[in-house]
C-alpha cells in the first residue's frame, strides 16, 4: 500500500511537471508570436523610391517575396490560364516557353482583327512573372513599331519614369510614351515589382501609374467628385482594387505623342466608353476587309468588375486573387496572385460556406453560359463582316453601307470588351450577358441597313458614298 502511494505521488508530482513545462512552453510560444506579430517584416535593409528589384525587398519581406516568385507558375483552368508549350528558341526570341494561342484555338478572331497586329499573334495571359518578356517578344511587335507607352502596364516603370522625368513622374511617363518601345525597353528592368504598388517607407498600398491618377480623376469628376487624388482620398479598401486597375483597363493611345488614356470620363460602362470614342473620332485601326474604322478592346477587368455583385459588396481584387493567409502569426496577402479557382479555400471559402466542387461548378456554369452567347455573338458579327465584304466587293457604296460599318464597329467593340476580360464573364455575369446580347443585335442591324442598301442598288443602280469617315489616331498596342 506505501508503495503504490508512493507511486501516485510520483505520478502526480511528474504530471505536475509536465503541466508545468507545457505551460511554460505555450506561454513562451503565445509571446514569440505575439512578438512576430508586433514585429511583421525583418529590417533587413532600408528602402527607398530608387529600389526597384523585387529581391531586394524580398529581404524584408521573404513570405510575400515568395509566393511573387510563384507567378511563374502556369495552370490552366477551364476557361482561362496557361499551359506551358515548348518552343525552340531564336536570336530573335529566346523564349524556350510560350502560352497557347488564342487566334490558332479560334481561328474567327483572326477576321474579327484582319488588318490589325492581333490578328497575327494574340496567346493567353500567362503569370506576372512573364508580363515584361511576352511584351517585348510578341510578333506583334515585328507588325507595327509599338510606342513606348506599352511599357506603362507591362514592366516595373516607376523609377524609371521618374528618372526620365527628373523626378517628376508625369513628365517620365510622357517622355517614355514617345519613344519606339525598343527604346524605352532598354530602361526596363523587371515585370511589376514591389515598388510599383507600396511605398517603402510604410509599405501602404499606392498608385503609381500615370494612366490611372488621370483616369480615376476623370471618372471622379464625371460622378461630381472635382479634383481627386487617388492617393490622398481613397479608401484602403478601394486601394485593394485600385491597385490592380492601374493596368487592368480598358484604354489607348491618344493623338501623336501616344499619351495613354483611359476613356473613363462618361463612365465605365462599355457604351459609355465606345461614345467617348465615338465623340473624339477615334479608331484603332481599319478593317481590312470591310472599311470599318474599328476598335480593339484590351483586357477591361477593372470596369467589368465595377459592375458586378463583388464590386457592390465592397470586396475587391486582393480579396479574391490574393487572399489573406496565415504564416505562423502574420497575416499576409498571397502575392501568388492567381485565379481564385486554383485557390478556392482562402479565395471564396472565406465568405461563401459551401463545399469547393460546388463554388468550382458554380463559377463554371457562369464561365460556360457567357461562352456560349460569346459563340453566338461571334458567329453573328462573322457573317456581318462577310455580307460587308462581298457588298465592297460589288462595289455597293452609300449611307446603308456606312451604317452596317458603324454597326460592325459597335458589335466588335462589345463583343471584344467580354472576349478580352479575363474572367469569362465572372466578373459581372448578367452585364456580360447584356454586352453579348447588344452584339448580336448590333451584327443582326448591320446586316439589315446591309439589305436596304443592296434593295436601292437593284431599284436605283449605284449611288455615290457620302460617308465621312473618323479621323485616324493612334492605335493601342
Excluded at 465605365?268 to 477615334?282: P, S, W
Excluded at 447588344?438 to 439589315?448: A, H
Aim: with cysteine.
Amino acid at each position: 500500500m506505501r508503495r503504490r502511494g508512493l507511486g501516485l505521488v510520483v505520478l502526480v508530482v511528474v504530471a505536475a511537471a509536465a503541466a508545468m513545462v507545457g505551460g511554460l512552453a505555450l506561454l513562451v510560444n503565445i509571446m514569440e508570436r505575439k512578438q512576430e506579430a508586433r514585429n511583421p517584416f525583418y529590417r533587413v535593409v532600408e528602402l527607398n523610391d530608387e529600389i526597384e528589384d523585387p529581391a531586394v525587398w524580398g529581404r524584408n519581406f521573404p513570405l510575400q517575396y515568395d509566393r511573387y516568385r510563384r507567378t511563374v507558375d502556369q495552370v490552366r483552368t477551364r476557361f482561362g490560364g496557361s499551359e506551358a508549350l515548348p518552343r525552340t528558341p531564336t536570336k530573335a526570341d529566346p523564349r524556350s516557353v510560350v502560352a497557347q494561342s488564342k487566334i490558332e484555338e479560334d481561328p474567327r478572331l483572326k477576321t474579327m482583327w484582319a488588318g490589325y497586329a492581333f490578328s497575327k499573334d494574340f496567346r493567353e495571359e500567362r503569370g506576372h512573372a512573364y508580363m515584361l518578356e511576352d511584351q517585348t517578344f510578341t510578333e506583334r511587335q515585328i507588325v507595327a513599331q509599338q510606342p513606348g507607352t506599352c511599357a506603362h502596364c507591362h514592366a516595373s516603370v516607376y523609377v524609371p519614369y521618374q528618372k526620365l522625368g527628373g523626378g517628376d513622374l508625369i513628365k517620365g511617363f510622357e517622355k517614355m510614351n514617345q519613344m519606339p518601345y525598343m527604346e524605352a525597353r532598354k530602361l526596363l528592368k523587371h515585370p511589376v515589382a514591389c515598388i510599383d504598388c507600396h511605398s517603402p517607407a510604410t509599405m501602404q498600398l499606392r498608385v503609381t501609374r500615370p494612366g490611372f491618377i488621370e483616369g480615376i480623376r476623370a471618372l471622379k469628376a464625371f460622378q461630381g467628385v472635382p479634383n481627386y487624388d487617388v492617393n490622398k482620398m481613397a479608401t484602403r479598401q478601394e486601394m485593394r482594387a485600385f491597385v490592380c486597375g492601374q493596368c487592368h483597363v480598358e484604354y489607348y493611345f491618344k493623338g501623336p505623342e501616344k499619351r495613354l488614356v483611359y476613356p473613363w470620363s462618361e463612365g465605365l460602362k462599355v457604351e459609355n466608353i465606345q461614345a467617348y470614342y465615338d465623340r473624339v473620332r477615334f479608331r484603332d485601326w481599319t478593317h481590312a476587309d470591310t472599311g470599318a474604322p474599328a476598335l480593339k478592346a484590351q483586357h477591361p477587368e477593372f470596369e467589368m468588375w465595377s459592375q458586378g455583385i463583388h464590386a457592390r459588396s465592397g470586396v475587391t481584387c486582393a480579396d479574391c486573387h490574393m487572399p489573406y493567409e496565415r504564416a505562423g502569426a502574420l497575416k499576409i496577402s498571397d502575392h501568388h496572385v492567381r485565379s481564385p479557382l486554383l485557390n478556392i479555400n482562402r479565395a471564396c471559402q472565406t465568405c461563401h460556406k459551401w463545399s469547393e466542387t460546388e463554388l468550382k461548378s458554380r463559377v463554371e456554369q457562369i464561365q460556360e453560359r457567357t461562352y456560349r452567347l460569346r459563340n453566338i455573338a461571334m458567329d453573328a458579327l462573322m457573317a456581318l463582316i462577310a455580307d460587308l465584304k462581298a457588298a465592297r466587293a460589288k462595289g455597293l457604296q452609300g449611307p446603308a453601307l456606312a451604317e452596317a460599318q458603324d454597326f460592325q464597329r459597335k458589335a466588335q467593340f462589345y463583343l471584344d470588351f467580354v472576349e478580352a476580360e479575363n474572367s469569362t464573364g465572372f466578373h459581372a455575369p448578367q452585364e456580360a450577358a447584356r454586352i453579348l446580347g447588344e452584339s448580336i443585335d448590333f451584327s443582326r442591324k448591320g446586316q439589315l441597313a446591309l439589305r436596304k442598301e443592296v434593295q436601292g442598288a437593284s431599284a436605283h443602280g449605284p449611288r455615290p458614298s457620302s460617308r465621312s469617315a473618323p479621323s485616324p489616331s493612334a492605335g493601342t498596342g
